[in-house]
C-alpha cells in the first residue's frame, strides 16, 4: 500500500522556537496533503490542505502566518509552527492523495509527529 | 452541534463479545463513509469503507442509513487485539471529517 512518512517523530522544543514538520509520500506522487492536528482525547482536527505549486488553504481558525505551509514538490510538504507556544503541543499528522486515485476520498496517513513545547 | 458523532466510550467487552458502535453525522450531502481504527499515539488507519447497502470483511460489519445519517459498526468474536478507539469519518466538500472516536478495551 501507499506509504507516508514524516520526520520528525516527535520534538521537544522551547517556547518562542520554530519547529518544521516533514511529510513525504515514499511510493506515490500526492498533488494534495493534508494537515492535521489531534489534542488529547479529541478527534482529528483538519488544519490545512496543502496543494503542490500554490498555496495551502486553511480551515477557519488556524493562523496561516502561524502555521506554514510548503508544498513543494508531489512527494513533499512540510508544516512550520511559528514561534510555538505550549498550547501548541499536539499530536500533527500529515495525510497524501494519491495523484492516480480517482475517488478524492482515499488518503494516506502518516505516522504522526508529537509536538511538545516547554 | 458537532459534525460527527460518537459515543467515546469506553467499551468494555470480554474477549468473544460482539460490539456494536454508533455514528451519527449532521452534513447531508456527505457522500463516503468510513471507519478508521486508531491506536494509542498512532496514527489512524482505515478499517473499512461504508456502503448504503451494508458491508461485511471477516468479523466487521459496517452499515449506513442515509435517511436516518447514521452508520454503525459491528465486531464480532472480539480479539484482545481490537482494543483501540473506532473513528467514525465522512467526507464533506472533499475533505475527512472525523468524529471524536469510540474506544474500545477487550479484555481476557
Known amino acids: 500500500g501507499a506509504v507516508v512518512s514524516q520526520h520528525p517523530s516527535w520534538v521537544i522544543c522551547k517556547s518562542g522556537t520554530s519547529v518544521k514538520i516533514e511529510c513525504r509520500s515514499l511510493?506515490?506522487?500526492?498533488?494534495?496533503m493534508f494537515w492535521y492536528r489531534q489534542f488529547p482525547k479529541q478527534s482529528l482536527m483538519l488544519m490545512a490542505t496543502?496543494?503542490?505549486?500554490?498555496?495551502?488553504?486553511?480551515e477557519q481558525g488556524v493562523e496561516k502566518d502561524k502555521f506554514l505551509i510548503n508544498h513543494a514538490s508531489l512527494t513533499l510538504s512540510t508544516l512550520t509552527v511559528t514561534s510555538a507556544h505550549p498550547e501548541d503541543s499536539s499530536f500533527y499528522i500529515c495525510?497524501?492523495?494519491?495523484?492516480?486515485?480517482?475517488?478524492?476520498?482515499?488518503?494516506?496517513f502518516g505516522p504522526g509527529t508529537r509536538l511538545t513545547v516547554l | 452541534r458537532k459534525e460527527v458523532e460518537q459515543d467515546p466510550g469506553p467499551f468494555n467487552v470480554p474477549e468473544g463479545a460482539t460490539v456494536a458502535f454508533n455514528c451519527t453525522y449532521s452534513?447531508?450531502?456527505?457522500?463516503?463513509f468510513f471507519w478508521y481504527r486508531q491506536d494509542c499515539r498512532k496514527e489512524p488507519k482505515l478499517l473499512m469503507s461504508?456502503?448504503?447497502s451494508g458491508n461485511e470483511d471477516g468479523r466487521f460489519t459496517a452499515q449506513l442509513n442515509r435517511a436516518s445519517q447514521y452508520i454503525s459498526l459491528l465486531i464480532r468474536d472480539s480479539k484482545l487485539s481490537d482494543s483501540a478507539t473506532y473513528l467514525c469519518?465522512?467526507?464533506?466538500?472533499?475533505?475527512?471529517?472525523f468524529g471524536t472516536g469510540t474506544r474500545l478495551l477487550v479484555s481476557p
Open positions: 495525510s497524501a492523495r494519491d495523484l492516480r486515485e480517482t475517488t478524492y476520498n482515499e488518503q494516506f
Open positions: 511510493d506515490f506522487q500526492a498533488t494534495t
Open positions: 496543502s496543494n503542490e505549486g500554490s498555496k495551502a488553504t486553511y
Open positions: 452534513n447531508s450531502a456527505s457522500q463516503s
Open positions: 461504508v456502503y448504503s
Open positions: 469519518v465522512v467526507t464533506g466538500f472533499q475533505k475527512l471529517v
